[in-house]
């Protein structure tokens, strides 16, 4: 089952939402904000693509965090930000049987759908 996950106001998941629907990829959308994210989903991401990917350092959630929050920065205490405060994840992420995309990109996604 392919599986994307997000924020319902998210632009860029807008966009991916409606790539897959107007593609006609049957899909799973879930909220992380409603449906939070275990450590074990979390650490699989990140052991899939690089961890560093996951994180959204260009958010205003990240620019808004104590730099005590930020630092010291390792794979470990990000993905225990990301579960803590899931608006610090990269969005959307596309889970397709495994494959892993982190954000959206029309060509990224004709690739994987071909």
């Avoid at 106001?9 to 899909?27: F, Q």
Wanted: charge should be positive; include cysteine.
């Amino acid at each position: 089952m392919t599986k994307l996950y997000g924020i319902t106001n998210c632009d860029t998941v807008k966009k991916a939402r409606k790539w897959l629907d107007n593609n006609d990829i049957d899909y799973e959308f879930v909220d992380f904000r409603k449906t939070p994210l275990t450590t074990a989903q979390l650490k699989r991401w990140a052991d899939s693509i690089d961890w560093e990917s996951l994180l959204n350092k260009r958010s205003r959630t990240w620019r808004e965090l104590p730099d005590s929050q930020k630092e010291p920065l390792n794979k470990t205490r990000a993905l225990s930000l990301m579960q803590e405060i899931p608006t610090l994840i990269k969005r959307p992420v596309l889970d397709n049987h495994g494959k892993i995309l982190v954000g959206f990109k029309d060509s990224d996604y004709q690739s994987l759908f071909q």
